[in-house]
């Protein structure tokens, strides 16, 4: 079954440092991923995605991920993280090759601290 | 970028009423909208596929008589949540699959109370 896994529920950083959420994915086939933010009371924001082209994306707001096969693994980063950044982060895969259907991983809230 | 819309953003109702929940892209047209069903600090739940002018696709275990789904038009889902119960209650997101792009962009969520 396709499934993807954030390993860390909660991720505290101080504001102008880096940023490392981790996501891993299970498949035998190449997968579409994504990044969405969820601010409260908003509405989910597209950040990247990846669909077999570059392996390193970039998105908006400064975030980037790196499509890793042999690691199957699909890391967000940032190099220095803004108050304005805290939210809850979800990790997304879809197995169709296209965003048809998305299984959501179980979401990582990032906390900024001064 | 894409924009989706939901109304209401909240809702509360009495036990045994239905409510209808709309979902809008207001600058693409979306053959394929998808439902979803979050609870508090969970992920996403998938719940259905609408489909412009076919039925709608349920996840496994999830009521289609209850859930009804509706997508009359390239711009607009309904989901009616039928006879709810205090256990519907919850968050609903519904988001619109953008072809250009190959994107789902999400609404904003509803947020259902049942009492």
């Known amino acids: 079954a396709q499934s993807v896994t954030q390993l860390d529920s909660h991720v505290s950083v101080s504001e102008g440092t880096p940023v490392l959420l981790r996501c891993n994915y299970s498949?035998?086939?190449?997968?579409?991923l994504f990044w969405y933010v969820q601010h409260p009371n908003k509405g989910l924001q597209l950040l990247l995605k990846?669909?077999?082209?570059?392996?390193l994306v970039k998105g908006i707001n400064g975030f980037e991920a790196e499509f890793k096969k042999s690691e199957t693994s699909f890391h967000l980063t940032k190099p220095s993280a803004h108050m304005s950044d805290a939210a809850e982060y979800f990790c997304?895969?879809?197995?169709?090759?296209?965003?048809?259907?998305?299984?959501f991983g179980t979401g990582t809230r990032l906390q900024v601290t001064l | 970028g894409a924009v989706v819309s939901q109304h209401p953003s909240w809702v509360i109702c009495k036990s045994g009423t239905s409510v209808k929940i709309e979902c809008r892209s207001l600058?693409?047209?979306?053959?394929?909208m998808f439902w979803y069903r979050q609870f508090p600090k969970q992920s996403l739940m998938l719940m259905a596929t609408?489909?412009?002018?076919?039925?709608?696709?349920?996840e496994q275990g999830v009521e289609k008589d209850k859930f009804l789904i509706n997508h009359a038009s390239l711009t607009l889902s309904t989901l009616t949540v039928t006879s709810a119960h205090p256990e519907d209650s919850s968050f609903y997101i519904c988001s619109a699959r953008e072809w250009v792009t190959d994107t789902q962009y999400f609404g904003p969520g509803t947020r259902l109370t049942v009492l």
């Open positions: 600058d693409f047209q979306a053959t394929t």
């Open positions: 498949s035998s086939y190449s997968p579409s």
């Open positions: 997304v895969v879809s197995y169709t090759g296209t965003a048809s259907k998305l299984t």
């Open positions: 990846y669909t077999s082209a570059a392996t």
């Open positions: 609408s489909n412009e002018g076919s039925k709608a696709t349920y």
